[in-house]
């Protein structure tokens, strides 16, 4: 099993920053790609980046440029940099990991507990 605790969101005027960083524990479960989802209110979850162990990232068309996502394999955190945040990217940002159960090689996915970011003058 995985755990996932993903923290950084807040309050920030149009056109700042914000880092969001998410913190993986769980010695049974391997990794292959993480990433991270948004979910505004009254809308579906979406895809924001994602990352997988190869090192391949991803991005929604309306983030790119924009946001850059990283790993750091020794600390088993994954990070997205936010610049130049629009009113539109007021959601709850979720974390999630995909990856297999060592003993058994179980798919699965773990989802952290989410982040509010706001972006308003």
């Known amino acids: 099993q995985v755990y996932l605790a993903d923290s950084g969101g807040g309050l920030v005027q149009p056109g700042g920053s914000l880092r969001l960083s998410c913190v993986a524990s769980?010695?049974?479960?391997?990794?292959?790609?993480m990433g991270w989802f948004r979910q505004a209110p009254g809308k579906q979850r979406e895809l924001v980046a994602t990352l997988t162990s190869g090192g391949s990232p991803n991005y929604a068309d309306s983030v790119k440029g924009r946001f850059t996502i990283s790993r750091d394999n020794a600390k088993n955190t994954v990070y997205l940099q936010m610049n130049s945040l629009k009113p539109d990217d007021t959601a709850v940002y979720y974390c999630?990991?995909?990856?297999?159960?060592?003993?058994?090689?179980?798919?699965?996915?773990?989802w952290g507990q989410g982040t509010q970011v706001t972006v308003s003058s």
């Open positions: 769980g010695s049974t479960f391997k990794i292959t790609a």
């Open positions: 999630n990991a995909e990856g297999y159960v060592i003993t058994s090689m179980v798919r699965g996915s773990a």
